[in-house]
């Protein structure tokens, strides 16, 4: 049986550097042969004490990591990590590239149990978000009025495009502390409003804490006002919308398709949902994908994915989806079953439509693959002269479905034949009742 090659270990460090580290932590460094990390955190080590060959990551991390660590296999290997590694670390992508198995985890506290300590804020109550590699418009999706929120910055630029993003989202009167170089000698404190910070960029080792106070009030269910949308009338109205986001039952870590995304609506309030859920919003027009874009930034989830071009070719290529929206073009040739097809086992497929001739097409597949067929029907009340009146709006016929596995889908196929089969057989068998 082979030698197993030596474990990895990864060691936190904080800003104290080597006289804030564990004896154990100290050991590993001492014994190592090879230390990777960060440049700030290779000086951390005086070089009396770790003599080991030091090796910067190189930039971008993340496509290095495998070739690294190939090229120093079989040597006692340490990497250093800021604070916890599993906390925003590099000991996620490690464990992703080498296996959990292969590492052993030294964790020092983080930087957000530090800022905790210091505020007197309770751990499990303080929202996190990290701006780390991340856009910024990230943080709005965590704006809510009277919450806490510990920001990880990306470097000494972040608490004033914090501040200012704050502004600009109608949280100005929210109280920003940016504690830097927290743990070493060296840590300040800073204080302000976000409206007007006062600061100038200080040290790029930072945690931005978060008194929101009063703001507007965003939702956290589907649903959310039309008006949150910038639109030229491509929008699944708010009520529709909410009943389709419960029919797509969007669970963390799925994949959304929005076909037809119009203003991207479905897709942005499926990603809100969860921050692991992701999305691609599939928009034939430029004008209409662009804006898509500035509607998931503006409702805190950048992450979106929009892939301009019309479907089903603009679907080549996409990763397997858990849930289909389909809001337009549902008459295009082949969309319905390329989407059918692209579906993964056991998920969801949901098609609005409020024309008769895609009404006629999905109750052609309703009668295929069974599902719900349901229509949803919204008026609202508007003055009549004096008096007050109901206006419909136009009536949106959903078809819904779950995907059976190969197995189910060909039972189902077999039964349906022998259905057919038997009312062949007897003409009045729609009779009989």
């Given at each position: 049986m082979p030698e197993l090659p030596p474990p990895i270990t990864v060691v936190g460090i904080g800003a104290d550097g080597w006289p804030g580290l564990a004896v154990g932590s100290r050991a590993v460094l001492r014994e190592a042969e090879v230390v990777v990390g960060g440049p700030r955190q290779l000086d951390l080590l005086p070089r009396d004490e770790v003599a080991a060959e030091r090796v910067p990551w190189p930039s971008p991390l993340r496509p290095a990591v495998p070739g690294l660590l190939a090229a120093h296999a079989g040597r006692r290997t340490a990497v250093l990590a800021s604070g916890d590694p599993m906390f925003y670390g590099i000991g996620r992508t490690l464990a992703e590239t080498v296996g959990a198995e292969r590492l052993r985890?030294?964790?020092?506290?983080?930087s957000v149990s530090y800022a905790c300590?210091?505020?007197?804020?309770?751990?499990?109550?303080?929202e996190v978000v990290s701006l780390v590699g991340r856009p910024l418009d990230t943080l709005s999706l965590a704006l809510h009025p009277g919450r806490r929120l510990l920001v990880l910055s990306a470097d000494s630029a972040t608490p004033a495009a914090v501040a200012g993003l704050l502004t600009a989202r109608g949280y100005g009167t929210a109280r920003l502390r940016v504690l830097e170089q927290l743990g070493a000698p060296a840590e300040r404190h800073l204080d302000g409003p976000a409206d007007g910070w006062p600061h100038p960029p200080g040290d790029p080792l930072n945690v931005i804490a978060v008194d929101l106070g009063d703001g507007p009030r965003t939702s956290l269910v589907p649903g959310l006002p039309d008006t949150a949308y910038e639109s030229d009338g491509q929008l699944t109205k708010r009520h529709v919308r909410a009943a389709t986001l419960a029919t797509l039952a969007p669970s963390p870590g799925e994949l959304l398709w929005d076909v037809g995304g119009g203003s991207g609506s479905i897709a942005i309030e499926w990603l809100r949902a969860h921050r692991d859920c992701r999305a691609v919003?599939?928009?034939?027009d430029p004008v209409r994908a662009e804006r898509i874009a500035r509607n998931a930034a503006a409702l805190g989830v950048p992450r979106l994915r929009v892939a301009t071009g019309p479907a089903p070719a603009a679907l080549a290529g996409l990763p397997a989806p858990d849930a289909v929206f389909i809001g337009g073009g549902l008459t295009a040739p082949g969309l319905l079953?390329?989407?059918w097809a692209a579906l993964r086992p056991g998920g969801r497929i949901v098609a609005n439509t409020v024309t008769l001739?895609?009404?006629a097409l999905l109750t052609e597949w309703y009668r295929r693959h069974?599902?719900?067929?349901?229509?949803?029907?919204v008026a609202h009340a508007v003055p009549v002269?004096?008096?007050?009146?109901?206006?419909?709006?136009?009536p949106v016929t959903q078809w819904s479905a779950v995907k059976p596995d190969a197995h189910a889908a060909e039972d189902r196929t077999t039964e349906a034949r022998a259905a057919e089969a038997r009312t062949s057989d007897n003409p009045l068998q729609e009779n009989a009742s």
């Open positions: 985890v030294l964790p020092h506290p983080s300590a210091r505020l007197g804020w309770p751990l499990e109550a303080t919003s599939v928009e034939r079953e390329s989407c001739e895609s009404e069974g599902g719900e067929l349901v229509k949803l029907a002269g004096g008096f007050t009146g109901w206006r419909q709006a136009m």
